[in-house]
């Protein structure tokens, strides 16, 4: 299976000069913050257990996607999402660091459950 990366880069605004800030933008720095996925799984029934280590694992109401989330396990990858994976045919798989923002995590799981049929 071939590893998917994302590489993210701040978009260049030709019309300001060092030293002015940027308008109304928001700009996704850091990891975020977890919690904010909280209302997510709440609202699209997701179902969850957290582990003896602290991590998140949950699963979509039709179990076809799959969640984890490992902040202190050094040999994981802090997110990881998966889609029609079984124990012994892995599925379609993206893997993100603990830096990566929380948003871009809850973006691709917001597409994969508002298009199930791609």
Not at 64 to 87: C, E, K
């Amino acid at each position: 299976m071939t590893p998917l990366t994302v590489v993210l880069s701040a978009p260049s605004a030709p019309s300001l000069r060092p030293g002015d800030t940027v308008p109304s933008r928001k700009w996704l720095l850091g990891e975020g913050n977890p919690n904010d996925l909280n209302s997510f799984l709440y609202e699209n029934r997701w179902t969850y257990v957290i582990d003896a280590d602290g991590g998140l694992h949950a699963a979509s109401p039709c179990t076809r996607v799959y969640l984890g989330y490992q902040p202190d396990n050094p040999h994981a990858d802090t997110w990881t999402i998966s889609l029609d994976g079984t124990a012994r045919q892995p599925g379609w798989r993206a893997r993100f660091d603990r830096h990566t923002p929380v948003e871009l995590v809850l973006s691709v799981l917001r597409t994969l459950v508002e298009h199930p049929g791609r």
